[in-house]
């Protein structure tokens, strides 16, 4: 069965540092939750709160509305993968999977089937007799997964159960990852810091830094609509337009800044004279050819450049801007890049999201 899980006002202090702060968060049944933060943002703090090996100094921690927060580990029967896979080497395969069967003291037939059933799902039923040194990264973090979930568990904790994988066999296991929540449907908390897996494989993103939830919600929301300068550019790479509000338009408003007059659609209008903040993606800018036009166009020159195969990243300057990255695609850019050349950007007015700047 798959469960809910609910965290409400969970903070972790150590003496006077306060790892995290009032962390609320609500988690569906069969949902896919990733905590995605820089280094020391409290994600594995929160997820060993969760699995109940670190104490809260406030907060509770629901199960399906219940309230777990006094349980001791055992009794709340989590899955858990930790980074690094941790297999015990002197077993085999099948051995490692059933390990936790045996210490649940579960019999020999029942355990045999339940193994046999995790194998399949991680697809490794072939391998059962192997010892861990005899497989790939890959199929160790499987083997990992496999006697993480062999126990039905209500919930299965994951943290950074891919860093310690080359960049393509992480590409890989995201994709059967994704597949083993569809295929189980338990509820997943994972945890990383690497921004393309928090994006590809879950339902739900919750943006961590110094211990507090910056923002929560759906991949494309968090990408799309960064609250705060912090989450669009931890979640991508994003430019930075600043300037004061000059006018209030039918459809949205102008900034200005210097003499560039960029037009904004979309977000709350602040009032006029207000300093304002854009997050401009790099791929929603283009290079616009000759006598073409744009609903916000900028003039610019070309610092440097690279190719990075699937696409071109330029850096462009502008007067009052500063440096814009652009990204476009190789296989139709209007023109070949050169440092020096003198370029337009255009942009849609609605391409652009207003976001607040960062506390200092
Ligand atoms: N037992 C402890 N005593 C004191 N401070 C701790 C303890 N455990 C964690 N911290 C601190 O709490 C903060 C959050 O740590 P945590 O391990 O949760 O970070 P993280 O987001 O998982 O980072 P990473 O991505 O590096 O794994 C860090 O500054 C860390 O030094
Ligand atoms: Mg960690």
Not at 61 to 68: E, F, P, S, T, V
Not at 118 to 147: K, M, T
Request: with cysteine; glycine share 10%.
């Amino acid at each position: 069965m798959s469960h809910a899980l609910a965290l409400e006002g969970l903070s972790k202090r150590y003496g006077s540092f306060t790892a995290v702060e009032r962390v609320s968060l609500d988690v569906e049944q069969g949902a896919f939750l990733t905590l995605l933060g820089p280094s020391g943002s409290g994600k594995t703090t929160i997820l060993m709160c969760i699995a109940g090996f670190v104490e809260p100094s406030e907060g509770a921690i629901r199960l399906d509305g219940r309230d777990i927060t006094p349980l001791p580990p055992e009794r709340r029967d989590f899955g858990m993968v930790f980074q690094g896979y941790a297999l015990f080497p002197h077993m085999t395969v099948a051995e490692n999977v059933a390990f936790p069967l045996r210490v649940r003291k579960m019999g020999a037939a029942a355990r045999e089937a339940k193994v046999r059933g995790a194998l399949d799902l991680v697809q490794l039923s072939a391998f059962g007799d192997r010892l861990p040194r005899q497989l790939s990264g890959g199929q160790q973090q499987r083997v990992a997964l496999a006697r993480a979930l062999v126990f039905d568990p209500a919930l299965l904790l994951l943290d950074e159960p891919l860093s310690a994988l080359d960049k393509k066999l992480r590409a890989e296991l995201q994709d059967e990852l994704k597949a083993l929540h569809r295929r189980v449907g338990r509820t997943f908390v994972n945890v990383t810091h690497d921004q393309e897996e928090a994006l590809s494989l879950s339902d739900r993103v919750a943006i961590l830094n110094h211990g507090k939830l910056i923002q929560q919600g759906a991949p494309a929301e968090l990408y799309e609509r960064p609250a705060t300068r912090f989450v669009a550019d931890f979640l991508g790479k994003s430019n930075f337009l600043q300037g004061v509000v000059r006018e209030h338009l039918p459809e949205g408003f102008a900034i200005g800044a210097g003499a560039t007059r960029v037009v904004q659609r979309g977000g709350v209008v602040p009032a006029l004279g207000a300093p304002v903040l854009l997050s401009l993606r790099p791929e929603k800018m283009s290079l616009l050819a000759e006598g073409e036009a744009a609903e916000n166009v900028v003039g610019g020159t070309i610092a440097s450049w690279s190719y990075l195969g699937a696409g071109y990243a330029l850096n462009v300057e502008t007067p009052d801007f500063g440096m814009l990255r652009v990204t476009l695609p190789t296989w139709n850019a209007p023109i070949a890049p050169r440092e020096g050349l003198a370029v337009r950007l255009g942009w849609s007015a609605s391409a652009s999201v207003p976001v607040l700047d960062d506390p200092a």
